[in-house]
């Protein structure tokens, strides 16, 4: 079998989507040098590969994945190298791939958010925390909500680079 740029750029998804999911469950961090790594190793791929546009693509692709998932950051509900995460593979996998990865996403986090809540026996206090967040919304507008955030909540945690990991598969599976 012949490697193709296809089978570099899946590849690439892939282990990068790995590394980060074994990454975040033992340590609930996603580095740094693997987000950032990862995002220039694919600008790198677009100019060696496709010269300009493809680096342009690759570019605003990353942006672009940076943009869907930094609202749920600044509202304190997913952690910055959860982003960064999804922007370094959006990078790699263009941006109409992007927005389906982050559509993928959402939807696994909030099938395993759902499960968590539910093995944890936590699902009359998500509820009781979702009702809040959105009266605090409605009074104070979109911001983040004291005591229901990442850094001050007693919520179950999910290691988020699990969905983002299905996310990524379900849009690779999808062509």
Do not use: Q
């Amino acid at each position: 079998m012949v490697m193709t740029l296809e089978h570099i750029r899946i590849g690439a998804v892939l282990v990068v989507a790995i590394v980060a999911v074994a990454f975040d469950v033992r340590t609930r961090r996603i580095p740094n040098l693997l987000t950032f790594g990862a995002a220039i190793l694919a600008m790198l791929f677009a100019i060696l590969s496709g010269g300009l546009p493809a680096t342009l693509t690759a570019v605003f692709a990353w942006m672009l994945g940076v943009a869907l998932f930094l609202p749920f950051f600044a509202l304190g509900g997913m952690g910055a190298g959860d982003v960064k995460l999804l922007a370094a593979l959006a990078a790699w996998l263009g941006p109409a791939d992007a927005v389906y990865m982050a559509i993928f996403t959402s939807m696994a986090g909030g099938v395993i958010g759902l499960a968590v809540t539910l093995a944890r026996g936590y699902t009359r206090r998500a509820l009781s925390n979702i009702w809040l967040m959105l009266m605090h919304w409605r009074v104070v507008g979109p911001k983040p909500v004291p005591g229901l955030t990442l850094s001050d909540g007693h919520a179950p945690r999910l290691a988020y680079a699990i969905p983002i990991a299905v996310g990524a598969l379900c849009t690779l599976w999808r062509h």
